[in-house]
T-cell receptor, first 115, second 113 residues
Framework: KAGVTQTPRYLIKTRGQQVTLSCSPI?????VSWYQQTPGQGLQFLFE???????NKGNFPGRFSGRQFSNSRSEMNVSTLELGDSALYLC??????????????FGPGTRLTVL | DQQVKQNSPSLSVQEGRISILNCDYT??????FLWYKKYPAEGPTFLIS?????DKNEDGRFTVFLNKSAKHLSLHIVPSQPGDSAVYFC????????????FGKGITLSVRP
C-alpha cells in the first residue's frame, strides 16, 4: 500500500506570494491533518479535514486555509506569504474510528522557503 | 500554552547503553501518548504508543512508561544503537473527533559508536 505523498517536496517563494501544497493520503484513509514544523516551535497542528469538512483547527491566522476533495486528497493554501512561514509542512492521514485512537501516518513533507 | 513539553533539547549516549527520553504534559483529557522518530528530510514515523489506562508498553528495544499522577511519560531505548540517532517527538491525543496530535518540541538523540 502506497504511503502518504506530498507535492511538491521543495518550494521557494517570495514575500507576498501565495502557495498551494498538495497531499494524497493512504488509500482508504479519510482524515487528513496538516502540521507546520519549525526549528523553534516543533510540530504545530494547522487543521484536520474529514469527509471534505474541516473538523479541527489550530491557532494559525486566516492566511492558512485548506480543503479536502471527495477522493480524500487535500490541499493547503497560504496567502500573502511572510518570512516566518518558511517551514516544513507535513501532512498526515488516518482511518477514522469514533471511539478509538486513529494512528496518523505522515508524508515526507514540503519544505517551503520564503525569501 | 504548551501542553506537551520536552524540556531537554538534546541527549547523547554511548552505543549499548540506555537512552531515556522524557516528556511532560498538562492536559488531563489526553487519552493516548505516542512517540515519533524523525530523520532529516523525512516525515515523522510512529514508534510506540501507550493508552492512558496503562502504565507501560514494550516493543522490542523500546519501552514507554506513563505516570498519570505526575503527567509524565518516558521512552527507554535499550540497548541504544547508532541508527537510533534522530529527533524524537512526544505527542498526545484524544480519540475520535479529538484525535489531533499535540506535539512536544522534540529531542535530538545522538548515539555515539
Amino acid at each position: 500500500k502506497a504511503g502518504v505523498t506530498q507535492t511538491p517536496r521543495y518550494l521557494i517563494k517570495t514575500r507576498g506570494q501565495q502557495v498551494t501544497l498538495s497531499c494524497s493520503p493512504i488509500s482508504g484513509h479519510r482524515s487528513v491533518s496538516w502540521y507546520q514544523q519549525t526549528p523553534g516551535q516543533g510540530l504545530q497542528f494547522l487543521f484536520e479535514y474529514f469527509s471534505e469538512t474541516q473538523r479541527n483547527k489550530g491557532n494559525f491566522p486566516g492566511r492558512f486555509s485548506g480543503r479536502q476533495f471527495s477522493n480524500s486528497r487535500s490541499e493547503m493554501n497560504v496567502s500573502t506569504l511572510e518570512l516566518g512561514d518558511s517551514a516544513l509542512y507535513l501532512c498526515a492521514s488516518s482511518l477514522v474510528s469514533p471511539s478509538s485512537y486513529n494512528e496518523q501516518f505522515f508524508g515526507p513533507g514540503t519544505r517551503l522557503t520564503v525569501l | 500554552d504548551q501542553q506537551v513539553k520536552q524540556n531537554s533539547p538534546s541527549l547523547s549516549v554511548q552505543e549499548g547503553r540506555i537512552s531515556i527520553l522524557n516528556c511532560d504534559y498538562t492536559n488531563s483529557m489526553f487519552d493516548y501518548f505516542l512517540w515519533y522518530k524523525k530523520y532529516p528530510a523525512e516525515g515523522p514515523t510512529f514508534l510506540i504508543s501507550i493508552s492512558s489506562i496503562k502504565d507501560k508498553n514494550e516493543d522490542g528495544r523500546f519501552t514507554v512508561f506513563l505516570n498519570k499522577s505526575a503527567k509524565h511519560l518516558s521512552l527507554h531505548i535499550v540497548p541504544s544503537q547508532p541508527g537510533d540517532s534522530a529527533v524524537y517527538f512526544c505527542a498526545a491525543s484524544g480519540t475520535g473527533a479529538n484525535s489531533k496530535l499535540t506535539f512536544g518540541k522534540g529531542i535530538t538523540l545522538s548515539v555515539r559508536p
